[in-house]
């Protein structure tokens, strides 16, 4: 089984972009964290970050058209403002949860709904990037036949 770790924009500045809100670990070692819960799983991850909205929406369409099984999504602020993501999930059907490292509802009111939410299979929010790996071990409990 192959899962897809996507991060969108600023998502390359963890550990330097408000680290009080986003915690202090860089993108590097939250992708290293999640290789590893991956791996104990029995789950292949592959990690994009793109701050391009069409590179995400190419990784979702590629993702589907490559086999994977899912996805780990941080659309970070193309979570509220993207219908060309939602639409690339709906049209590949790729499942995915959708994690945000901040408590978005407890945010300013823009950040509180998302596009993505209701055609995802669950949402982690607020766990800081432990979310991560709630998201992975959702999606892998949803997709493994019980």
Not at 127 to 144: C, I, P, S, T, W
Request: net charge neutral.
């Amino acid at each position: 089984m192959k899962v897809l770790l996507l991060n969108g924009p600023n998502l390359n500045w963890l550990g330097k972009r408000q680290p009080e809100i986003y915690g202090k670990l860089t993108l590097a070692e939250v992708e290293a964290n999640l290789r590893a819960c991956a791996t104990e799983a029995g789950v292949a991850l592959e990690a994009v970050q793109s701050n391009s909205e069409g590179e995400i929406v190419d990784a979702v369409q590629q993702a589907s058209e490559r086999g994977f099984s899912g996805a780990v999504v941080n659309a970070g602020a193309y979570s509220h403002t993207s219908i060309a993501l939602r639409d690339a999930f709906l049209g590949t059907g790729l499942p995915f949860v959708e994690i945000h490292i901040s408590n978005i509802h407890a945010r300013e009111p823009f950040r509180r709904q998302t596009l993505l939410s209701d055609v995802a299979i669950g949402s982690v929010v607020g766990f800081g990037v432990y979310g991560y790996e709630l998201a992975l071990r959702g999606l892998l409990a949803q997709l493994k036949p019980r």
